[in-house]
């Protein structure tokens, strides 16, 4: 679905990218992982065509993501961060339409996808008609994630969807995100600081460190089969309940 080849991209100083090679297959959930700095919301940014690579080529659906062509191609992707990043001055209905109504769908059109999404993504009805400070921060994100499923894209981009949630309310979240990847069969990739979030909802995990790929597979292969030693120690860092004993 995405390719990246020889990729590099650099702010200033800073090198966010080394001649990046990656492979993101079609419907399968892809995580990028790795520490601050590692160019995972860079990589992101780049599938979407919000940066653009210094050199390198980015391609998707193997088509070459191309300036002029950029807004079509963008509508076949949702994209959501995190709290949504929606408009304060309009309702959760404004936001979730708003697309939909740029590109001329009836208000009965968008009315009836928007009441089908939020079963979907668990968001009560009522929450359609409140503005976003209205909403708790589980519904923002379910309502960014509504918005970003509004056109039926075969991809979905999301970059740290859950960080800003507490552990219960991303506990549920996470495990309804799951249950809705399984559901639409849809091109996943996310961004997560979280290796335990990134094994349990993602197939392929992608090791980023410096602007390069340091380890490519699901989490049990990162786990028992590193190729380097930083692999193991990121894959193994974060504390548990356990530890407490």
Not at 58 to 70: G, N, S
Not at 147 to 158: C, E, G, N, S, T
Request: include cysteine.
């Amino acid at each position: 679905m995405f390719s990246l080849s020889s990729v590099s991209k650099r702010y200033a100083t800073t090198i966010a990218l080394d001649r990046l090679d990656l492979e993101i297959a079609s419907a399968r959930t892809t995580a990028l992982i790795g520490p601050s700095g590692a160019g995972k919301s860079t990589v992101l940014r780049m599938l979407i065509g919000l940066e653009w690579p210094d050199s390198g080529e980015v391609r998707f659906d193997a088509e070459l993501l191309q300036r002029e062509r950029l807004l079509e191609q963008r509508r076949r992707i949702g994209y959501v961060i995190q709290e949504g990043g929606l408009f304060p001055h309009m309702t959760a209905a404004e936001n979730v339409g708003l697309l939909a109504r740029t590109l001329g769908w009836s208000r009965q059109a968008i009315a009836a996808r928007a009441h089908e999404l939020a079963e979907l993504c668990q968001l009560p009805i009522d929450a359609m008609a409140r503005y976003p400070a209205e909403l708790s921060g589980g519904q923002r994100q379910r309502v960014g994630l509504i918005r970003a499923l509004m056109l039926d894209p075969p991809v979905l981009l999301l970059d740290e969807p859950l960080g800003a949630l507490d552990p219960i309310v991303r506990f549920e979240l996470q495990a309804q995100m799951r249950e809705l990847f399984a559901k639409l069969d849809k091109t996943v990739v996310l961004v997560t600081h979280d290796v335990a979030e990134a094994a349990f909802l993602a197939d392929t995990l992608v090791l980023l460190r410096h602007g390069s790929l340091l380890q490519q597979g699901s989490a049990r292969e990162l786990i028992d089969s590193p190729n380097d030693p930083f692999v193991h120690q990121f894959m193994t860092a974060q504390r548990s309940l356990a530890d407490l004993a």
